[in-house]
């Protein structure tokens, strides 16, 4: 059973940053990805990055939110700049995903709330 724990979520102003962890159980991960659902909304894709460090984003989020892994501690990173209201949603953990291709993979992890103000 492959397991995600996230963490860092939490309650901002607009305009300030979070930044959000995700470990594995797994030590090697074809890629890892970020995906939200906002109250009333499907749930999308955030970003994604390979083992490799290939990444994908999301229009909504390009040039605000940067994606970053640590291999060898099976971690990778959402750093969120600039947080708008419309960020306000549960991130979840996924992995081994084809994110480029918007493909989710098979594990998620138990989401993190991250709420933002104006």
């Known amino acids: 059973q492959v397991q995600l724990e996230e963490s860092g979520g939490g309650s901002v102003q607009a305009g300030e940053s979070l930044r959000l962890s995700c470990t594995t159980s797994?030590?090697?991960?074809?890629?890892m990805g970020w995906y939200r659902q906002a109250p009333g909304k499907q749930r999308e894709l955030v970003a994604g990055?390979?083992?490799?460090?290939?990444?994908t984003y999301s229009d909504s989020v390009k040039g605000r939110f940067t994606i970053s892994r640590h291999n060898s501690q099976s971690t990778v990173y959402l750093q969120m700049n600039s947080l708008k209201p419309d960020d306000t949603a549960v991130y979840y953990c996924?992995?081994?995903?084809?994110?480029?291709?918007?493909?989710?993979?098979?594990?998620w992890g138990q989401g993190t709330q991250v709420t933002v103000s104006s």
């Open positions: 990055i390979t083992w490799g460090g290939a990444t």
């Open positions: 797994e030590s090697f991960f074809s890629a």
């Open positions: 996924n992995i081994n995903g084809d994110y480029s291709r918007g493909t989710e993979g098979y594990y």
